[in-house]
């Protein structure tokens, strides 16, 4: 060994040969020396007992921002037929699972699903019409054009497009608010078209000089559906599909669960047969109840009568149909029968002439000429249709790849929002208004044997014969028993309440966040519920990385694992050797938190380092101490139990992220726990957290070694460099209460 090796090692030797005086005194002062030593024994330690790891980073090219663009527009540009193939292909999926179709196998299923479904739109079209402010031939113009585009653009081969409850209970609320600011009676729905003696349309219905309530509602929510539709093909091209991961499946349950109360809220006076304005803004659900309790002296027998039938008949069949789905090849068409009866019993009975019971009225067959949206209404309804789009692609993009998923497909997320914006954009010009996938008729879809979207073609069938020929056959349909169609459909969303006490186990945060979506969409208003679901969503994602779990670790027996002492027994622990875990990203929303936690696990650097200088203010002025190794008369006494410490392992494997408070709090820490002898050594550190440390410049390059790969290496370094050094620094101190 050459003569500086043995200097090395005598040193702390000499140093203890001098002070054999002192053998039971605290060391009140740190050792000024033992940072260096520790650092030049690092680097000159040859034999070890447990080998160090090392990892050789990849050499990262400096990429030229500017040629990094041109290469990237340079490929974009680039044709080839292959090229041009795939990019047709890619935006019309059709045209790449059609020819591929296999006709024995699927048509059977695609058809009697799509024949299902098409007689399940019927009566919830025309039902939910009403509850977005329209008349009823809309909603089935809306399901038409859906289904066809959907067929086009889509790469779901079972999710059902077409009308949907809690979009059209947004669009109410913004086709009620501008018929209000234009001056309509929204009491009074007046037909906006004349119908021949045949049915057909007149052809000057949509004469401009003559627009009332009803033609300026649908102006309204085409314009809506357009600006959804707009938004929706945005995010898809810019590939801002990740705003739907802020809008959890819990915000989403709780918000269509509030949505339905609303819903609810709304259709109640349809069931009493009141004529009441349609409340909106905040506080609605609240003023509706109140209105209609002040006015529940005017219910209409009739139509009560009406909706506690069409309920006792349509409550328990969906009940069977639940229970029994397994058994059944295709779910009982309840709604249809309740929709073709009820109208059927109201046209030979009269019920709007002798009891004046309130009726569908007209429903003209054909379609209107296409007509674009009022431009000038954009400004105006511009920031209601960007919830509604969000809310529209979030529930398609989530039903798309859960089917996906379960029948071992995959899904084209951004293909999808393009899918849905076209099935906003094109029907807005075709009086429609604003779709999305809707999960009950997704799963009837599903269930009756769906293989492909060549259902929604049948489906599509099915309506486009309801608007030719039979639409005007509903003349006499009350509006209660459309009514109680849209309520009755709501039970998915109302029976959620079940699902809380399994989800309070599995977490409770999720609960919160469920109860305050919920309460804030139906109290308040939806849009403002839903942003204050996904502030308080956001919210807690940051109060759970405020309050981290944070625990000390122990060493699995026979392994090299370490685990918290707090959740597993019999775990092993190294005598002056603490491990501390923080379990989120270390940066300036809780620096305190990592701070205060680990000084609270280990030691308290600060209040040693105050304790001390107190000592040796107090030794200096009261003279007390002895060179016999007389106790000093002060404030800082040993513990009964020493703690012997000597290293805090930070282990880093839960730390994501640093920012430039965590990096700053790292080397504060250091330099606190160094000032008192005490050594930090950070273990498994990811690439991000590494890459930080070096250029937050954590440690010098010499120092590297500080930096381990695994906690169980990080330990066997701490036990041999105190091995070889023989030195321990007792912290063992606590303060006096004098």
Not at 217 to 225: L, N, P, Y
Not at 437 to 464: D, I, N
Request: charged letters at 20%; aromatic letters at 8%.
């Amino acid at each position: 060994m050459s003569s500086e090796k043995k200097e090395q090692h005598e040193s702390p030797r000499n140093s203890d040969d001098g002070n054999d005086n002192l053998p039971s005194e605290v060391p009140l002062e740190p050792q000024r020396e033992s940072s260096t030593d520790f650092k030049q024994f690092k680097s000159n330690v040859q034999c070890r007992l447990h080998s160090r790891i090392h990892l050789e980073p990849q050499e990262k090219s400096n990429t030229n921002i500017k040629q990094f663009v041109i290469r990237r527009v340079q490929k974009s540009c680039k044709c080839s037929p292959t090229k041009a193939k795939n990019i047709i292909f890619d935006f019309l999926p059709v045209l790449r699972w059609l020819p591929k179709y296999d006709l024995k196998k699927n048509i059977l299923g695609d058809l009697m699903s799509g024949l299902i479904v098409g007689i399940l739109l019927v009566p919830q079209s025309i039902a939910y019409s009403l509850l977005a402010g329209q008349d009823p031939i809309y909603g089935l113009y809306t399901s038409f054009f859906a289904s066809l585009i959907y067929f086009l653009f889509g790469t779901s081969h079972h999710i059902s497009v077409g009308i949907f409850g809690v979009l059209c209970l947004m669009i109410g609320e913004v086709v009620d608010r501008e018929l209000h600011k234009a001056d309509y009676d929204t009491d009074q729905i007046v037909p906006s078209f004349g119908m021949a003696s045949n049915g057909s349309l007149l052809a000057n219905y949509t004469s401009d000089r003559i627009c009332n309530r009803s033609c300026y509602a649908i102006k309204v929510g085409s314009t809506v559906t357009f600006m959804a539709g707009v938004y929706q093909v945005a995010m898809g091209f810019f590939q801002v599909g990740f705003v739907s991961v802020y809008l959890s499946d819990a915000l989403l349950s709780g918000f269509v669960t509030g949505a339905s109360f609303t819903i609810l809220t709304s259709q109640a006076k349809y069931l009493l047969g009141l004529s009441l304005p349609r409340s909106h803004g905040v506080g609605s659900l609240i003023t509706t109840w109140k209105h209609i309790f002040r006015n529940i002296h005017k219910t209409n027998l009739c139509d009560l009568i009406t909706s506690l039938l069409c309920l006792l008949v349509l409550l328990p069949t969906k009940e069977l149909n639940e229970y029994f789905k397994s058994k059944l090849k295709a779910p009982i068409p309840i709604e249809l029968i309740v929709v073709v009866a009820a109208t059927l019993a109201s046209h030979f009975g009269k019920l709007n002439e002798n009891y004046n019971s309130s009726i569908a009225g007209n429903i003209p067959t054909g379609f209107m000429p296409p007509k674009a949206p009022d431009w000038n209404l954009i400004p105006n309804v511009a920031v209601d249709a960007i919830a509604i789009s969000i809310i529209g692609f979030a529930i398609t993009v989530s039903l798309s790849e859960m089917f996906a998923k379960k029948h071992g497909y995959t899904v084209k997320a951004n293909q999808e929002m393009y899918a849905i914006g076209f099935c906003n954009i094109i029907p807005s010009f075709f009086h429609c208004i604003t779709t999305s996938a809707a999960l009950a008729k997704t799963l009837v879809k599903e269930s009756t044997g769906c293989q492909t979207q060549v259902s929604a073609v049948m489906t599509a069938l099915v309506l486009l014969l309801v608007l030719l020929v039979i639409a005007p056959l509903f003349y006499s349909l009350q509006k209660c028993v459309l009514s109680v169609v849209t309520i009755v459909n709501l039970r998915g969303a109302l029976l959620k309440f079940r699902d809380l006490p399994k989800m309070w186990k599995v977490s409770r945060m999720d609960t919160v966040i469920w109860f305050v979506t919920m309460l804030s969409s139906a109290l308040i208003s939806t849009e403002i519920g839903l942003l204050i679901g996904v502030c308080f969503s956001m919210f807690c994602v940051i109060l759970r990385t405020q309050k981290p779990k944070i625990s000390l670790l122990g060493l699995v027996e026979d392994s090299e694992i370490y685990e918290s002492t707090s959740d597993y027994k019999n775990l092993q622990t190294k005598p002056g050797i603490k491990i501390f875990r923080f379990i989120a990203p270390l940066y300036y929303i809780n620096k305190e938190c990592f701070k205060s936690a680990l000084y609270k696990k280990t030691l308290n650097p600060v209040l040693v380092k105050a304790a001390q200088k107190k000592a040796a203010k107090r030794r200096l002025r009261d003279k007390t101490v002895t060179l016999a190794g007389v106790q000093d008369d002060v404030s800082v006494q040993l513990s009964h139990d020493p703690l012997e410490l000597h290293t805090v392992v930070i282990d880093c494997s839960a730390i994501q992220f640093l920012d430039t408070a965590g990096i700053h709090t790292l080397k504060e820490v250091r330099r606190d726990y160094e000032a008192i002898g005490i050594h930090i050594l950070l273990a498994q550190c990811n690439p991000s957290v590494r890459d930080s440390l070096t250029r937050g410049e954590y440690c010098k390059k010499e120092e590297e070694n500080l930096l381990f790969c695994s906690v169980y290496e990080a330990v066997a370094f701490a036990v041999e460099s105190q091995d070889q050094k023989g030195i321990c620094v007792l912290n063992g101190l606590s303060l006096s209460s004098d």
